[in-house]
């Protein structure tokens, strides 16, 4: 079934005793939580114990929140200096993983190729990859957004199996809108979530197409939130810059229309 999410990414934000306190006011909301969103927060890999620590609370029947990284290695093992592997973040029952996102791709040279191979090792290791993906300000303004999308869609993903493709959490984040405070209209975010909705439809069937969960990510924050999760092919959001604050963060969650 079709999941709604709420995804908070911390990029390279808080001190540790910041993020104790963010996730702190996150799982005290979440254990009074009845609702039937699923919240994952995405800190610094440094972080990523603590915030297993909580999510792995004894008292409760489910986890909290699900814990995802922000960046896996495409490497298995080895004399990789810096890097953290799938196998590692699973041992730290780590559940989801960030991959694709822009700032990845722009600072870090990270090509669909590479993208692939660690989509690929997180599911060996049952993690969740949330794929981001998302034009340029130049892309949309010459009209190729939707061609873009789609290759980042078809080369980072296709490749996989229907079971496969099934533990996908899809992110659809137009560069221009992340951190910029200018979001994508809720009519804009529509059509692009139902183009990559179709993508899936025509390459794995109905079923699959159907239970994917697409998020939109940039500038989504406590005022937008409702409208843009208004929208039928809207699962939820990626969230930056308002994950930051609990109550914010809280609010998004709040913000899907029954
Ligand atoms: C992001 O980086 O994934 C993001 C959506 O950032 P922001 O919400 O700050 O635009």
Request: hydrophobic share 40%; glycine share 8%.
């Amino acid at each position: 079934m079709r999941q709604k999410i709420v995804a908070g990414n911390w990029k390279m934000n808080k001190d540790f005793e910041d993020a104790e306190v963010l996730l702190d006011d996150i799982y005290n909301a979440q254990l009074k939580y009845k609702g039937d969103v699923q919240v994952i927060v995405c800190p610094p890999t440094l972080y990523l114990e603590l915030a297993t620590d909580y999510a792995n609370d004894e008292e409760m029947d489910e986890a909290p929140f699900g814990v995802g990284a922000q960046n896996v290695s495409e490497y298995v093992k080895g004399a990789y200096t810096g890097e953290i592997s799938a196998q590692m973040l699973a041992s730290m029952g780590i559940t989801h993983c960030i991959v694709g996102h822009s700032e990845r791709r722009k600072y870090f040279g990270e090509t669909d190729k590479i993208i692939a191979e660690k989509i690929n090792l997180l599911l060996s290791y049952s993690m969740q990859p949330i794929y981001c993906c998302g034009e340029v300000l130049e892309e949309r303004e010459a009209g190729k957004h939707i061609e873009v999308v789609a290759k980042q869609i078809q080369s980072a993903l296709f490749h996989l199996t229907p079971e496969e493709f099934s533990n996908i959490i899809i992110a659809y984040e137009p560069v221009w809108a992340i951190g910029t405070g200018k979001n994508a209209t809720p009519e804009q975010a529509q059509e692009m979530h139902d183009i990559i909705r179709k993508l899936i439809l025509e390459k794995y069937g109905n079923e699959v197409a159907n239970d994917t969960s697409i998020l939109y990510g940039g500038s989504c924050n406590a005022k937008n939130a409702r409208e843009l999760f208004a929208m039928p092919d809207v699962d939820g959001g990626l969230i930056g810059g308002a994950s930051l604050i609990a109550e914010d963060f809280l609010k998004i969650r709040d913000s899907f229309v029954d």
